[in-house]
């Protein structure tokens, strides 16, 4: 399993961490959430 802390700490570090959407709520921080994959969009935005 992964952590969800794991994966925001390793996103901070590569700069590709901006937020996380949760049923329509945007947040900056989480914790204490564990799933069994993630998928994120890599691509810059300018």
Same mark, same amino acid.
């Given at each position: 399993? #992964?952590?969800?802390?794991? *994966?925001? $700490?390793?996103?901070?570090? $590569? %700069?590709? /961490?901006?937020? #996380? #959407? $949760?049923? %329509?709520?945007?947040?900056?921080?989480? &914790?204490? *959430?564990? /799933? $069994?994959?993630? &998928?994120?969009d890599?691509r810059?935005?300018?």
């Amino acid at each position: 399993m #992964i952590k969800i802390e794991t *994966v925001l $700490d390793i996103l901070k570090k $590569d %700069g590709l /961490f901006r937020e #996380i #959407i $949760d049923q %329509g709520h945007y947040h900056y921080n989480y &914790s204490k *959430v564990i /799933f $069994d994959s993630i &998928s994120y969009d890599s691509r810059k935005v300018t």
